[in-house]
């Protein structure tokens, strides 16, 4: 409880700075719009605008994008497992692409698969992808010898030992790997949005926000902020918190 | 709780001291920013040829780069920018959210349009809701001369406004030329000219029709802030400006020679861009009355704002 | 329950030599404690019974089968606190081994539970293993050794690190149940006392290779405090 308090006080505190700076007069409201005329833009963008259709539209992407990199994360980590020479092939690529900020690809991406959602999930893959599988093949390179002993000793092999033992000993791998992957995903996928536009209907987060820009409504632009703000944190502090306190932090695997 | 109060305090302090003004240079200095294209010339013309030495040997110009209008924006009300040229259409924006300036000169009127490598596409009526239009960004002078149009042929201004996709005038190009559901850009020149040389493309609207008569393609605009501490100057930059433009018509093959060089694009090819009877460099500006109905009954525009208000003279 | 046959068993470790030529038969429901002094290969004495570390040259048998592989007919309880999956719940854990034989989830559970039972366990089946001390954790461990009925069952200082109450405890249910069970156990210790208290056998592991094979004709039940025993310990030279 001690915590919420601490974070309303800080989130207070800054409230009552951002007023005053504002009420100094000393910034144009196009650069500084008060909080009233922030909330009454959120307010009016949430109810009379499409601003929540945007937000699901997003997080829809994010979520399908995060499920296909699970997929195809899992299946390149058996296969990288199996094969000596793809799981080489694979770290040569994972250390060439990861690097590389989403963004910089965009150019390619459009030239190759176009503007639409396909392009947009490729984007996410391309965000997800690599850090999670550097942390998945990490757990799995460092599987604990004694589990592996222990499933030797008692026969244990094939798919049933990938699935009884060596996938819940690399969970935790696993899920920080999903959580970077997941940051990483939604901060390329506003940005995609802002550069591809409203791939359909109405667009995303990001598609919102850029109209804002080019249309110079400050106070709706720190209104999405605001928004995506508390879907990050939301994501983490509740979603990714509660998927952990049921598995790692049950098992007593947090790192 | 008197931690607290201190600590605010000088959160306060560093945030409004960090930013306090930037000393006065000590010349007179107007920083300018312009964008790549013909309908610019005059700027090209005037950087060369340095008119306003004659004028007002004590004024410095200064050239900012900006990626697009927004930029130019958010430089100029920031301080680091004080005269931009643009579309009346993102001016008008920006004025009827409170940025406060002027328009204080036209540049140039241009031939403008929808340019397709979609042979199905002849009318806006052929437009689907899959297609992709290329243009510099939503609120730009493309977007809003495709909305009017799309409310006069359609019924509906904003149409379109979900199928945009904001690319530079190059990008887009390259991607309309390639691409599937991105195969219509609104662009101007040089771009267009070269769009329209390549096989497979047509014009399916230009900007004259859009409009129903001619307009001002770009402006030059100035804060408040210019108007009042730099008048002379500003004064001075018009008067250069008409000078480049006079120098256009009466001295054709060298200024042909000066922009060919820094376009980087033939001689012979350019002459034919420049004698394209719609690319007119003129102060005037047209068609501001159009444009302000059109977005305030479109919604694009909040307040009420006159033509004359936004002149500065 | 079996017995086991080493024949010529020579192992070299890191350039030390382990064993040379070595020889030994264990008889079915024996008890054979293995001490030593530390780092002398007491370990892969084991572990080649086991299966886990190959042999330089030379045969191990159990019960006329050659040991090639680890086995589930000779399950391991490893010296680690770590033996037992952190995922899987205490029953979970211990039925691990039926799991694997593909017996189904009500049968496994009934009988973790009587295993858990026996090893004085039954109230913390639904915990997971960070939640037990390291005592509880080793009990668990044993009870999943022995609930497939294996042949033979491997302790590698199953209760070394655990304090001595803990440890006198459980060294008396390991003897009531391997009475009962009537098990064969090959169990390594480096407490000479508790060797003395389990061991129908003991095999002293020396250096350079020697070995040597002690009777224990201590009567039960014993008293880790008796005088006998003591005695008896004395005489041991490691």
């Known amino acids: ?255 | ?313 | 329950m079996s017995g086991y046959r080493f024949e010529a068993v020579s192992k070299c470790f890191e350039g030390e030599t382990i064993f040379k030529n070595f020889h030994l038969s264990g008889q079915s429901e024996s008890f054979l404690c293995v001490v030593g002094k530390s780092g002398v290969g007491k370990s892969t004495f084991l572990r080649m019974l086991g299966g886990f570390e190959p042999v330089d040259s030379g045969t191990i048998h159990i019960e006329e089968n050659l040991v090639q592989k680890p086995q589930k007919i000779c399950p391991m309880v490893f010296q680690s606190y770590e033996q037992l999956f952190p995922w899987l719940p205490i029953w979970e854990n211990v039925a691990f081994p039926l799991r694997v034989n593909g017996e189904k989830k009500e049968i496994r559970k009934a009988k973790a539970m009587q295993a858990l039972q026996a090893v004085g366990l039954k109230d913390h089946a639904n915990k997971f293993p960070h939640q037990l001390s390291g005592g509880m954790k080793q009990r668990a461990a044993l009870a999943r050794a022995w609930i497939a009925e294996p042949k033979i069952l491997l302790m590698d200082e199953p209760f070394g690190g655990l304090d001595m109450m803990t440890r006198e405890s459980l060294q008396g249910l390991l003897v009531d149940l391997w009475k009962e069970r009537k098990w064969t156990v090959v169990f390594i210790t480096h407490d000479l006392r508790e060797a003395a208290r389990l061991s129908t056998k003991l095999l002293i592991v020396k250096e350079e290779g020697e070995w040597a094979l002690l009777e224990n004709h201590l009567p039960w039940p014993r008293d880790p405090y008796s005088k006998e025993l003591n005695d008896w310990v004395r005489q041991i030279q490691l």
């Open chain 1, 1 to 255: 409880m001690k915590r919420w308090r601490i974070y309303t006080g800080l989130i207070l505190a800054f409230c009552l700075s951002w007023q005053l700076i504002v009420w100094s007069g000393r910034y144009s409201p196009l650069i500084f719009p008060s909080l009233d005329a922030i909330g009454r833009s959120l307010w009016s963008d949430l109810v009379h605008g499409q601003l929540l259709s945007q937000l699901v539209f997003s997080l829809r992407l994010v979520v399908e994008g995060l499920l296909l990199s699970i997929a195809m994360g899992l299946g390149i980590a058996l296969i990288a497992r199996r094969f000596v020479v793809f799981r080489k092939g694979i770290d040569l690529l994972i250390s060439v692409a990861h690097p590389l900020p989403g963004v910089a690809l965009l150019p390619l991406v459009i030239l190759w698969v176009g503007i639409g959602e396909a392009a947009v999930l490729f984007i996410i893959l391309h965000s997800v992808l690599w850090p999670f599988l550097v942390s998945f093949f990490g757990a799995l390179d460092r599987l604990p010898i004694i589990h592996q002993e222990v499933a030797d000793n008692y026969e244990l092999k094939g798919w049933r030992r990938l699935i009884w033992v060596d996938l819940p000993g690399a969970f935790p791998g696993f899920l920080s790997g999903l959580k970077i992957g997941w940051s990483r995903a939604w901060r390329a996928l506003i940005s995609a949005e802002m550069i591809f536009g409203a791939t359909s209907g109405s667009g995303g987060i990001g598609w919102f926000m850029f109209q804002k820009r080019v249309f110079m409504d400050t106070a709706g632009l720190f209104g999405g902020l605001l928004v995506i703000i508390v879907i990050g944190v939301a994501m983490e502090s509740l979603v990714f918190r509660w998927l952990e306190r049921r598995t790692v932090v049950r098992w007593g695997m947090e790192r």
């Open chain 2, 1 to 313: 709780m008197k931690k607290w109060i201190v600590m605010i305090l000088i959160g306060l302090l560093v945030l409004t001291s960090g930013c306090a003004a930037q000393p006065e240079p000590e010349e007179k200095t107007l920083i300018l920013a312009e964008q790549y294209g013909l309908a610019y010339a005059p700027l090209q013309i005037l950087q060369a040829k340095n008119f306003l030495a004659d004028i007002d040997p004590d004024l410095k110009l200064e050239w900012a780069k900006a990626g697009n209008t927004t930029a130019i924006r958010e430089m100029m009300l920031a301080g680091k920018v004080d005269i931009g040229f643009m579309g009346i259409p993102p001016f008008l924006i920006a004025r009827d959210k409170g940025m406060e300036w002027d328009i204080f000169t036209g540049l140039s009127q241009a031939p403008v349009g929808l340019v397709s490598s979609n042979p199905a596409i002849q009318g806006l009526a052929d437009i689907q809701e899959s297609d992709r239009i290329a243009l510099p960004q939503p609120g730009s002078i493309q977007h809003i001369l495709l909305a009017i149009a799309a409310e006069r042929e359609l019924g509906d201004a904003a149409r379109f406004d979900q199928q945009l996709v904001t690319m530079k005038h190059p990008d887009g190009m390259s991607a309309m030329l390639a691409g599937e559901e991105l195969n219509l850009h609104f662009t101007s020149p040089p771009y267009i000219f070269m769009e329209l040389e390549e096989a497979g493309t047509h014009l399916v609207l230009s900007g004259t029709e859009a409009m129903g008569g001619p307009f001002t393609f770009i402006v030059g605009a100035a804060p408040k802030r210019v108007q009042e501490e730099k008048a002379e100057s500003l004064a001075a930059l018009k008067e250069g400006l008409q000078m480049a433009m006079d120098f256009m018509q009466d001295h054709p093959d060298e200024a042909l020679t000066i922009l060919s060089e820094r376009y980087e694009l033939e001689e012979e090819v350019l002459q034919g861009y420049l004698a394209n009877p719609e690319l007119v460099y003129s102060e005037s500006v047209e068609g501001l009355d159009t444009f302000i109905d059109f977005m305030t009954r479109n919604g694009y525009l909040d307040q009420e704002i006159t033509a004359e208000e936004v002149i500065w003279n």
